[in-house]
Structures are given as structure tokens and as C-alpha cells.
């Protein structure tokens, strides 16, 4: 744990059905030492808790007694622990598949009581990490609206399967064709990561991306991913291929990368090398050298916003730095989460039957530092909003700061 960063991780989470863990359907958030329904699955065998409902017991034992005796203890070694509430809920609030529960009380706002019967299923990993990262965003999906000129994207995770992998590609080739906006809006609210590329893609698709020559590129700071060569590695590389064959076709940008780096870690390990490099390397954007080199998006000029919280890390820390690269960017929400350069981190069974999810490149010369957190300009209390209230409040802060 000496890396302090959620990319290396160990649990007792035994999964009798391969890869895919079980699910009672529903996802939860800590208030104190209370426990509140902030996800849902949509299709279930049986019927679910409403959002916001509170879990009073199971089984007839109450909460707490729960959380002490049936619920895995979650250590976090990580600094600015008030960054990481999410993981301590997600990884605290996860049923031991020994203490099963048959039945449990949940209490609606209103105060009215009622059992639900729960029905464990295995859930495709994908769906399931969707669930739990949905957060103050219960419910909610990739997707964008277009309206009065302002384009806000809604950015709930990169970690898609085949099926929110399709809704993606439509989104991005709706989004290139939208008329003028003036305003843009790339919400991530709930994103705790995944994959980078999808992050430089949609930025591209809204704003036309950023060009830059030979000359303007090596003003910028580079820097370089390397990754351990190990069997372990090209196991897990090989697993990326596959899902990415099946999710996106053989055309897809990051089946090619990964391929190569595959061949590249192969013919490391032939000549008994530790470390590979296979072209993970880029020219760091920054902001002061944008401004300083009067450099914009190919085709969006306008006010331009980055609403994060709490759980806005890896993959999703990579868009935040993209985003607040743009001059003139304004950051609203709250203070994102924070990683070290250990990255690339896919879950691993041991011969113990536990989880083991440890990372396989770590980045050489990056400007955010290990654990940095972005601050916002301004903070926003999301639970005192309503989505549209939301987006009232986000409107407002940019004509006041103008």
C-alpha cells in the first residue's frame, strides 16, 4: 500500500462466478453513521428502493450492526481523506457472499417503512462500477443536452461495456454535427475513471480539439508512461484486447495501442527487460503556455466550464487536465479526488480466491503531482440542487464572473 493510491487495492471479494460479482441491485451513500439508496439498477428480478430511501436493517439487525460484523473493513492510507469519501462507501458497503441477507428495511423521506426482498445476481463489472460511481447522480447516464445555446455534457464514467460503448460513439457523432453553442459544459459528476482516450475524444467532438506545430509542441513539457514487463502485464493486456475487439470492432484506436504494446512487452520480456516504453509518451498541456502562445479549440470559442466532485480520478483526472488547459476555462463543484503515477490497474484473482488490483505503468514527468487534487473556482453544495436548479446556478456564476 506504500503507493497510497486506490490503483493498488486488495479484498476479500470471492466471486464463485469468475469475473462477475454480485449485485443486490441498489448502491449506497454514508451520510454519518446513517445509509441512503443513491443508485438503482434499472431491469431487476425483484423490486428495488426508492433513491433516497434510508437503510434502517437486514435480517432484523440494524444498521451498525451491519457495517461492524458483515460489511468488509476498509483501510485508507491516501492523504486529504476528505477527497475519498466515495471509496469508503463503495468498498465498506459491499455484502460478504457468506452473510447474505434475505430481506431489509428501507424508510422513504416521507417515514414510511417497507421490506424488500433481495435477489443476488451477477453483474457484469462494468455495470456494476457504473452503479456505484453514479453518486449525487443517481440514475444518471452519459449523455448531453442542447438547448438555448449551451451544450452541457454529462460525463458519468469512462468505463463503459458494449452496450453504453455504442451510446458513446452516437453521442460523439451527434455532438460534432450541433449548430453554434456559446456555452459548454462538461459535467463529470460521479466519473471515478476509466478510459483516457474517451475523455480526448469527446473533447474533440465539442470543441474541434487543439492543433499544435512541431515548434509550439516542444515548448511543452513531456511526458512518458512506462510499463512493468510480466507475465501478470500481458495477461491483462491481452484482456484489454479482447474486451475492446468485442466492444468497438478491430478498427478501434485503442485496440491498435494496445496491441502494439502487447508485441512491444513480448519482445521486452525475450530479452529479460524490466520496463517497456510503447509510444504512451505526450507534450503536457498547460494553460499559461496556451495563453502565452494564443492557442484555442479549432472551433469553440466560448465559455467554457469543468463541474467536478469528490470522485473525479485516473481517467477522469486526465480529462480535468485537458479541460483546464483551455485559457479562460472555469472549474465550478467540488475539489476532485486525487491518484499517484501509478496507473492501469486491472483486477486480479489469486489462487486465495481474493482481489487483487495492481498497476502496470507508471507515468515519468508529469506536471500534477501524486494525490494533487484540482480545486474548484467556485464551490457548489450539490446537495442542495436539483438538476435544474443546477444548471440555473452554473449559468448565473458565469455571467457574474464575466
Known sequence: MAFKDGHLAISDDVRPHGDAPLSPGVGLRAEGERLFVNARMRQWPVPLPELNDELIAC??????????????????????TDHYPAAKT??????????QF?????????GRAQTYSLSYQATELGELIGLLASGNRAGAANGYDYQDGVLWVRLVSFSLNAASADVFEK?????????????????????????????????????GGI???EQQQAQLPLAYAQWRVSDYALARIEGSIEFLKAAYGPDNEDLGFYQQLKAAMQAAQAKGEAWVSAGNSYH???????????????KFSGDLVLLTDNRCASACLDFADTVLAVPGVRHFGQATSGDTLYMEAPAFRLPSGNRLRMPLKVWRGRLR?????YVPDLLIDFNAHTEESLRAHVLKALKDVE
Open 59 to 80: 435480517d432484523g439487525q440494524p444498521v451498525a450492526d451491519l457495517v461492524a460484523n458483515h460489511w468488509a473493513p476498509y483501510v485508507e492510507l491516501r492523504k486529504a
Open 90 to 99: 463503495a468498498f465498506t458497503i459491499v455484502h460478504s457472499l457468506k452473510s
Open 102 to 110: 434475505k430481506t431489509c428495511v428501507f424508510r422513504s423521506p416521507l
Open 171 to 207: 453521442m460523439l457523432t451527434a455532438i460534432e454535427s450541433l449548430p453554434y453553442f456559446h456555452t459548454l459544459v462538461f459535467d463529470v459528476r460521479g466519473n471515478d475513471g476509466g478510459s483516457s482516450t474517451l475523455g480526448d475524444r469527446i473533447f474533440k467532438a465539442a470543441t
Open 211 to 213: 492543433e499544435l506545430s
Open 284 to 298: 503536457q498541456w498547460q494553460r499559461e503556455a496556451f495563453q502565452e502562445m494564443n492557442i484555442r479549440p479549432k
Open 369 to 373: 503531482g501524486s494525490n494533487e487534487v
